[in-house]
């Protein structure tokens, strides 16, 4: 159990980075968005 | 041995180019000498050049974020899912929540036929660095 705690961690800290690319990705494209829409 | 696929080169991309200056002639010179307005000078033309004009812009910061993988030229799914997201946003978020913008669905069609012919001119420019005369 308490061996497979650094894998454990690995994965969690794999998809907490992929979730945060995503959240990045999103708040680029409402912002993006907005742009568009407000200045084009 | 593989066969080296064509990069992608976003703000460097020919069909961005093209259409991005089309878009500024358009704006800057066709639309303020207009007499009449013309649905297509007005509307439908800035709607048809918005994915291959906005879709590269929003890749590269993708990847530079590092959500995409590769430099590979648009994907279908990801030229369908921005055009999808887009007509939610301007054709009905815009219009009915921010009072901004015009609900016309054919401006959808019109993302949509912009969307595909220009990822038609990406495949298309995939497949030439594809060919073996083009390998490193």
Redesign the interface.
């Known amino acids: 159990m308490l061996q497979d705690l650094p894998n454990l961690t690995g994965a969690a800290g794999t998809w907490f980075v992929l979730a945060g690319k995503i959240v990045a990705a999103m708040g680029f494209m409402a912002a993006a968005n907005l742009v568009v829409l407000y200045a084009c | 041995m593989p066969v080296k696929k064509g990069r992608f080169g976003y703000w460097r991309d020919p069909v961005f180019l093209v259409c991005l200056t089309a878009y500024v002639i358009n704006r800057e010179l066709i639309k303020p000498n207009l007499h009449h307005y013309s649905a297509f000078f007005d509307g439908h033309l800035?709607d048809t050049l918005f994915v291959p004009v906005?879709l590269p812009?929003?890749l590269l910061?993708?990847r530079l974020?590092?959500?995409r993988p590769d430099d590979e030229p648009p994907r279908f799914w990801e030229m369908a899912l921005h055009v999808a997201?887009?007509s939610l946003?301007?054709k009905w978020f815009?219009p009915f929540t921010?009072r901004?913008?015009v609900a016309d669905p054919v401006d959808i069609g019109c993302f949509l036929a912009g969307g595909i012919v220009a990822w038609l001119l990406w495949q298309r420019g995939a497949c030439f660095h594809a060919l073996p005369s083009n390998k490193a």
Request: hydrophobic share 60%; no cysteine.
């Open positions: 800035n906005a812009v929003y910061a993708y974020i590092g959500l997201v887009w946003f301007f815009g921010l901004r913008g």
